[in-house]
């Protein structure tokens, strides 16, 4: 089995890709954030990757991410932790296996890393000159 992707190398390209780049937090998705606090909602990031994405066959595969709803359903599609095939085609995490726990904090530091990110970015604050060749 081919060893995952490092995110780090991964996330420009990422970040780059027309169809990924084009995910937004809604006003909604914005206030849940605001009111549960980023550590919240990363447990529940935890929570959605265990019983959606980590099974060997997940339910649904393919669909079993919402596109609204949840700031982490933004975050799974945006950086193509929303299904195993993307997974796979990404992060090099091949289907067909039950995740392990580091291929779960994979996906989980993929999710983290974008919400602040955008959360960053929606403070009103000019991103960094570095950060900002990377969008
Ligand atoms: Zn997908």
């Known amino acids: 089995m081919p060893a995952m992707h490092d995110l780090d190398a991964l996330w420009p390209r990422l970040r780059a890709a ?6 937004r937090l809604g006003p909604n998705e914005r206030d849940y954030l605001r009111r549960h606090g980023r550590a919240a909602v990363l447990r529940h990031a935890a929570d959605f990757v265990a019983r959606r994405l ?3 066959q997940p339910a649904r595969d393919g669909r079993q ?3 609204r709803g949840h700031p982490v359903f933004i975050a799974q599609h945006a950086t193509a932790t929303c299904c195993r095939g993307c997974l796979e085609t990404w992060h090099g995490i091949a289907r067909g296996h039950a995740l ?8 989980v ?3 983290a890393r974008w919400l602040a990110e955008t959360a960053d970015a929606s403070a009103g604050t000019e991103p960094e ?4 060749s990377l969008l």
């Open 109 to 111: 530091a993929a999710i």
């Open 54 to 56: 980590a099974p060997a």
């Open 129 to 132: 000159p570095r950060q900002r």
């Open 65 to 67: 991410t919402p596109w």
């Open 100 to 107: 392990s726990a580091a291929e779960q904090a994979h996906a």
């Open 18 to 23: 027309p169809f990924r780049r084009k995910f």
